[in-house]
């Protein structure tokens, strides 16, 4: 039997993605002797290519004394690759062989910003965050219906004629988000993600009316331009929502409706736009997201569409950079192409080379496949990281009863493995989005409140002490309800805290804070049983330590096992942890200072 784990140091070395020509030392134990029988082979393939094998050549026994069989490799070029060892019959037939594992291999020079390590990003959709009374409100639009009862539930649903309006606007604006700067840099906020905020019509403003233009709801272009700089002054950066796979079909360049002066692609085959999409039948039948109407799709390879977004000297990417974005989240990134997403990268770096670009992708984006082709997204020259849907599911999944621990580890040691370190230390880890049930009534699944409180102490426990960016969804830090899209997007009502929840977030995220040198940690053990998940962090500064069981009765099972691993000291006692921390789930946190 062929025994190997890519996350032993023995049997692999270094860890996880490796660079170009980087050397790879890979290494099996033998249960038995095969060698005596059959050569052992390291077979390697990139892609869908064909299978080179590597012979393996003894090495030093194992600390069990089996025979360890091993070569070394490196790769010529960046790349998915795959590979598995096997004993090899006289006749080239396999008489054994290990599983199948991959091996990232990503260029040289690929860095991501080290303002995303171990920053606390806090995400706004911006209607319902904070409404300021100052900014005027534009020409009244037939079709919006505009809210005075802050707070009220959203319209859900379609109307009498079966269409999802989104149309019903609260009134937040940029310059309320402004005023709520003191309170976020309090919380520990570094990074403030928007959902997008350029004129639409809809109050998601997934269908950008003009890239060039604020929402007049939201305010003017010079607002945002404020909300930078006095954000920066606080230490906070501003990132955006890039919707660039889509355009609005009531937007200036396909004005189905008319709301425009220019001429639109569905009005006229002559309009300088009408390339920028797809039509099966002018005008009225053509390519659209998910088909939906109201979202005509661009054909973002078009060298016109380059231009305007990415190449211009004020192209889209250009002008909101330089109003002073800190970097953009990219919509639907598995629907952009990779000539769109390359000249991207080339941009924004040319611009600035801190600028972060954060890709949507809800799975493991390392070896993703979209519309039957492998993607490159974190290999160099693409995004800098992702959105980290992976640990979200996975995290509910474990305090929902739904996985185990060691599931939940493997899981995480999986992206690990996968994922190149630039891109890992800085992923967005996330417990809910605008797009999904908030992380409160997620985890009310088969719970009494209480339960389900307790569950969402330990789902903070791990989203804030993994390595990344732990990203906020506003309200979540209060205790926010909320189901699916509107229900999730209510306005923002601080004065309706869930005090404990409130009290737990802030002790948790100002533990964190005090954590020295958190962003430059290592991931250097992840395990688990059936009900409880451990995890180490290691870096110049100090270690850390963290343990979570779900079910009751299990506060000192937690504290048993993580006493003997570490010392508790300085800011981390535990006993300041314990008191919200030893219901039905259980969490341990400990922090030893080098």
Avoid at 151 to 169: L, M, S, T
């Amino acid at each position: 039997m062929i025994l190997y784990d890519p996350l032993q140091p023995a049997h692999k070395s270094p860890s996880g993605a490796v660079t170009v020509l980087q050397s790879v030392s890979f290494n099996v134990d033998l249960l038995r002797d095969y060698e005596s029988f059959y050569p052992i082979v390291l077979s390697v393939r990139k892609e869908d290519g064909p299978w080179c094998d590597y012979a393996c050549i003894e090495q030093e026994r194992s600390v069990h004394g089996m025979k360890r069989i091993g070569t070394v490799w490196e790769a010529p070029e960046p790349g998915i690759y795959f590979y598995k060892f096997q004993a090899l019959r006289a006749d080239g037939s396999v008489a054994d062989a290990s599983s199948v594992y991959q091996q990232t291999v990503y260029k040289k020079q690929f860095t991501t910003p080290n303002w995303l390590r171990g920053a606390l990003m806090y995400q706004i959709f911006p209607d319902r965050y904070r409404r300021s009374g100052k900014t005027p409100v534009p020409l009244q639009n037939k079709r919006w219906v505009l809210r005075d009862d802050w707070g009220g539930d959203p319209v859900a649903g379609p109307d009498e004629q079966g269409i999802v309006q989104n149309n019903d606007f609260f009134g937040g604006d940029l310059k309320g988000i402004e005023e709520s700067l003191p309170y976020l840099e309090e919380l520990g906020v570094s990074v403030i993600y928007l959902n997008p905020i350029f004129q639409a019509f809809s109050n998601h403003r997934y269908d950008t009316a003009d890239y060039m233009k604020i929402d007049p709801l939201l305010g003017t272009n010079e607002d945002f331009e404020k909300l930078c700089l006095c954000a920066r002054q606080r230490g906070i950066r501003i990132v955006l929502d890039g919707v660039f796979n889509h355009t609005g079909s009531h937007s200036r360049y396909f004005n189905k409706d008319g709301a425009f002066d220019d001429t639109g692609a569905y009005e006229s085959r002559e309009s300088p736009y009408y390339d920028w999409y797809t039509f099966h039948s002018w005008p009225d039948e053509y390519a659209s997201w998910w088909g939906i109407d109201t979202l005509p799709s661009l054909n973002e390879s078009h060298p016109d569409v380059l231009d305007f977004f990415i190449r211009d000297a004020d192209s889209v990417i250009a002008h909101w950079l330089r109003l002073g974005a800190a970097g953009f989240r990219l919509d639907v990134a598995d629907e952009l192409p990779d000539v769109f997403l390359d000249a991207l990268r080339a941009r924004v770096k040319s611009i600035d080379p801190d600028a972060c670009i954060i890709g949507e992708v809800w799975e493991d984006a390392s070896n993703k496949i979209s519309y039957g082709q492998r993607r490159r997204y974190l290999i160099g020259d693409q995004l800098d990281t992702v959105m980290n849907y992976p640990f979200k599911d996975g995290i509910i999944g474990f305090l929902n009863g739904r996985i185990s621990g060691s599931e939940l580890a493997w899981r995480i040691r999986t992206l690990q493995q996968h994922y190149p370190k630039p891109a890992f230390e800085t992923l967005m880890n996330i417990l809910g989005t605008h797009d999904t049930p908030r992380i409160r009534t997620v985890l009310e699944e088969g719970s009494t409140e209480e339960e389900c409180r307790d569950k969402l102490f330990c789902a903070q426990m791990i989203w804030a002490m993994l390595p990344g960016t732990a990203c906020l969804y506003y309200g979540d830090e209060i205790g926010m309800k909320g189901g699916r899209d509107p229900m999730n997007r209510r306005c923002f009502e601080p004065d309706r805290a869930d005090r404990l929840i409130a009290d737990h977030v802030k002790r948790l995220l100002a533990f964190r804070k005090s954590v020295a040198g958190l962003g430059r940690m290592d991931l250097t053990s992840v395990h688990g049983d059936e009900d409880t998940l451990y995890f180490n962090r290691e870096g110049d500064d100090g270690e850390l330590f963290v343990a979570v069981h779900r079910g009751s009765g299990c506060w000192e099972k937690v504290i048993g096992n993580t006493a003997e691993r570490m010392i508790v000291s300085g800011c981390a006692s535990i006993k300041k942890e314990k008191l919200a921390l030893q219901g039905y789930a259980s969490a341990a946190l400990y922090f030893r200072k080098i």
